[in-house]
T-cell receptor, first 114, second 116 residues
């Protein structure tokens, strides 16, 4: 069974640009969650999508947005990039149906903002 | 709001020895899940073990076991017979059992160094 895949693996952008990251979940999983990992703030929850609807949201500015498609693939968009957005962005997928749910992570996208 | 605290930034262990990583958490909920994830240098997060709060029995997965103390809100991970491949950052994570199934809250992590 294929794992969670994320594309691209590495990105370099400049301040003010926007970026889109993609996450393909494990087959059969309908929930996709996004996390930001930085040395200073650690791992922080961005948002979760389930069946094309945002189900949970973390404490991030509106520049961070996401969506989910009917095949459960998810994209995350960051507009007007800032230097502080440089981070490893991880997505995780799960069935999302009940309390026994367990998340499985992708390899991450390393975003560098210059 | 829930918080997860890992007070050990780094732990060093010799091959074949045992190391214990500590994790405490704060929550007002009675039903939740706790996890240990491993993040090696590749940065891929790997699930090590999980514990359901309403189960008193401590979870075990091969050389990995936990000591779950619900009243004390403590959730430590023991790695037995340590191997070089165990070297990684280990994160403790909390997840509510009621609704926010897609949201994990992580501790700051503990770097495990394994010496030959």
């Amino acid at each position: 069974k294929a794992g969670v895949t994320q594309t691209p693996r590495y990105l370099i952008k400049t301040r003010g640009q926007q970026v889109t990251l993609s996450c393909s979940p494990i087959s059969g999983h309908r929930s996709v969650s996004w996390y930001q990992q930085t040395p200073g703030q650690g791992l922080q929850f961005l948002f979760e999508y389930f069946s094309e609807t945002q189900r949970n949201k973390g404490n991030f500015p509106g520049r961070f947005s996401g969506r989910q498609f009917s095949n459960s693939r998810s994209e995350m968009n960051v507009s007007t990039l800032e230097l502080g957005d440089s981070a490893l962005y991880l997505c995780a997928s799960s069935f999302g149906r009940d309390r026994t749910d367990t998340q499985y992570f992708g390899p991450g996208t390393r975003l560098t903002v210059l | 709001a829930q918080t997860v605290t890992q007070s050990q930034p780094e732990m060093s262990v010799q091959e074949a020895e045992t190391v214990t990583l500590s994790c405490t958490y704060d929550t007002s909920e009675s039903d939740y899940y706790l996890f240990w994830y491993k993040q090696p240098p590749s940065r891929q997060m790997i699930l090590v073990i999980r514990q359901e709060a309403y189960k008193q029995q401590n979870a075990t997965e091969n050389r990995f076991s936990v000591n779950f103390q619900k009243a004390a809100k403590s959730f430590s991970l023991k790695i037995s017979d340590s191997q070089l491949g165990d070297a990684a950052m280990y994160f403790c994570a909390y997840r509510s059992a009621s609704g926010s199934w897609g949201k994990l809250q992580f501790g700051a992590g503990t770097q495990v160094v394994v010496t030959p």
